[in-house]
């Protein structure tokens, strides 16, 4: 995977270059102290996967990522974890809060990794959604049709033409919209929570203001989202002193 670096501090990106070079399947094309000079860069240049960190002057790395029509994928890196949510809310694949530690930047780029192969394995196929079934659907994905029960999806992730449905024991992508898959699905067990995010309630382990935790995974709530989320999943169900 071709990737590059934004970064205005020196040492974070001299930190980050060293990270890149114990990965096999990264390949360091370039480094940058702010969104602009990228910005040219990727003009001309295919690039797989940005390093970006968020507070930079002149336009932050937020901002650089609402400026992309078609941007790679992007790992954020920052000193300031208050943005994580926002940051998830734009599809960024994760969130790293410096100093990073490298089990941590491993994590992060072998999600990155995976999101791309399954993304290579679908660039030729078109979104092919069957109606559902009682209790599953059809989606077309590696060239062939693969079922899929309901009840086995956590949580599904979008990625601007992509979808990806994640279930115990398998990562399934497919091309497809995050508005096309909603509407196949049973409004009594999924639920939208975010920009990027369909959950099944039925996983949840617990809630705050910012995420929902399904087993080790953390995933955002959006703010747009919450009210309707709340009222419709968790207060229905809420027991209280009488």
Do not use: W
């Not at 029509?69 to 890196?77: G, Q």
């Not at 087993?215 to 989320?229: N, S």
Request: glycine share 4%; hydrophobic share 40%; with cysteine.
């Amino acid at each position: 995977m071709k990737c590059i670096i934004i970064d205005d501090e020196p040492l974070a990106r001299e930190g980050m270059e060293l990270n890149i070079q114990d990965v096999s399947f990264l390949e360091l094309v370039g480094q940058f102290d702010n969104a602009l000079k990228a910005n040219d860069f990727l003009k001309d240049n295919q690039v797989d996967l940005m390093f970006l960190d968020i507070q930079m002057p002149g336009v932050t790395g937020l901002d650089f990522i609402r400026l992309l029509n078609d941007k790679p994928l992007v790992i954020l890196t920052t000193a300031y974890p208050q943005y994580a949510l926002e940051g998830f809310e734009l599809d960024v694949v994760d969130y790293l809060v410096k100093p990073i530690r490298m089990e941590r930047f491993l994590k992060a780029v072998n999600k990155a990794k995976e999101i791309y192969d399954l993304k290579e394995d679908s660039n030729d196929q078109k979104e092919i959604l069957t109606s559902p079934s009682s209790d599953f659907i059809y989606i077309k994905s590696e060239r062939k049709y693969i079922r899929i029960f309901f009840k086995d999806i956590i949580y599904i992730k979008g990625m601007k033409d992509y979808v990806l449905i994640y279930e115990e024991s398998r990562k399934t992508m497919t091309a497809m919209n995050i508005k096309t898959i909603k509407e196949q699905l049973p409004a009594s067990i999924f639920a939208r929570v975010g920009k990027s995010f369909i959950i099944n309630v039925n996983y949840i382990d617990s809630i705050d203001a910012d995420f929902i935790v399904i087993g080790k995974e953390e995933i955002p709530l959006g703010r747009t989202y919450r009210e309707h989320f709340i009222n419709t999943y968790v207060k229905t169900n809420l027991i209280g002193r009488k």
